[in-house]
């Protein structure tokens, strides 16, 4: 070690005070080692290490290790002595500057400071209280394992690693945030990623240049291809086998230390309306839910503005007795279809928010009971039609069938641009809005993926399975011919 770098004993313990502005929850333990009883101190910072860690491994040594050290060969420096002989914790290592000490210490690392000895010892201790494995909040669990990761960044690479227990599993760490010091992970399988889709993505997150990170979507926001665009081009979620299903598929995941959110690379439109589940049901049954999805989410986008498009400017299209029940029951509402409809969208929209913000206890009473006395109330005061509460609350059922919390909300909001369209220019502006959004969607990639594949470029197998859900034999067959 270079003499310029080599810091005395209370040199380092005054810069490390200093560095760290004498903060409360820094903590010293003053103790004796040896025969010779030289003094020592262990500095921590409180509620980062294990309580446990520290007395077993890095305390209880020290003073109760005068007995052994004096068999051993006292040629050896203290620090050799320590980290050979006495220290029992299983990452220890020499550090020798303040610059080296502060990172360790507020990553919960303990450091023993050694009279008359140039620079410190460094022990692992770190031990942060972390919420037990539970099922994920953010999506129910029909059928499959219900363990959804956590906020620490160690038990969520625990919980994907122990479902690819393969030598081929791949795990990168660096540490992101010029405050936060926030570590994120890159998990994948290196025979199956696509070495250029790694590379970039590397070189993405190692261009990170951001004070904090306290959550996934940052690094979402940061690393995205067409960070202007509304769809979401990273995949996230909490459950582990979905993880572990997209590492076996060739993409990346990343993982944030301090979030139960993990990120895929790359992702296109059709992973986002697929699920874990559909592998865990019969091939029909989850063929079968993945198209009522597809469904789901062209009614999300294109139910209201059709309703509108159609009658205000084709109501020919519509069938007469129908029309006479929709005229009928318009008869007296002061408000033209369009302010209708829109009224309609945004008090859903704000129930929506209002059931998410309040408290779980009631927060489904008040979605419920609201929409219901808000509806009908409004039905019989004749300030909206029965049609228009059976339009937006079908568009309203049809927006939960979509998996993604991402594109949900992506579809949620285009719904209201397509409704401007229907209402200057009809069937035609919903044309031209489709015809926007293909041209959009065509134009985004994620990570050199198109967004649109396997459908744009074609692809025949790959098309496929996003249609169908292949059953395993014919997987099986192919493998074996």
Known sequence: MPESKVNTTRDLYNELVSELGNSSD??????????????????????????????????SPLISGTQQMKLLDQSESPHQLLCS????????????????????????????????SEGAIAVNTQGLETRSIDEPASSSVIRGPRDGFVEALGVNISLIRRRIRDKA???????????????????????????????????????IDIDA???SHYIE???????????????STERPDDVAGIILDGRVAIVVDGTPFVLALP??????????????????????IRWIRYAGFFITLLLPSTYVGILTYHPEMVPPQLLSSILSARDGVPFPVLMEALIMEIIFEGLREASIRMPRSIGSAISIVGALVIGESAVQAGIISSPSVMIVAGTAIASFTIPSISLSGTIRMLRFFMLMLASLLGLYGIIIGLFMLGVQLASIQSVGLPYLS?????????AEKAIFRVPWFTLRKKREN
């Open 26 to 59: 820094l903590s010293t333990r003053n103790c004796l080692i040896g025969e010779e009883r030289i003094p020592a101190s262990v500095v921590w910072i409180d509620g980062l290490v294990s309580k446990q860690n520290l007395n077993t491994d890095v305390i």
């Open 85 to 116: 002989y006495i220290l029992t914790a299983n990452h220890v290592k020499m550090v020798y500057t303040c610059e080296e000490c502060v990172p360790l210490l507020v990553f919960g690392w303990t450091i023993i400071l050694v009279d008359d």
């Open 267 to 288: 992702c296109t439109l059709f992973h986002l309306l697929k699920t874990t589940e559909d592998l865990y049901l019969a091939y029909p049954v989850a063929t079968f």
């Open 213 to 215: 990170v306290l959550e």
């Open 169 to 207: 599993f791949r795990v990168e760490t660096l540490t992101v945030g010029s405050l936060s010091h926030t570590k994120i992970a890159m998990v994948y399988i290196h025979d199956r990623a696509a070495k250029e889709t790694v590379d970039e993505i590397r070189k993405r997150l190692q261009k």
């Open 221 to 235: 926001e940061i690393i995205k291809d067409s960070p202007t665009s509304f769809f979401p081009t990273v995949y």
């Open 454 to 462: 396997p459908f744009a470029p074609f692809k025949k197998k790959e």
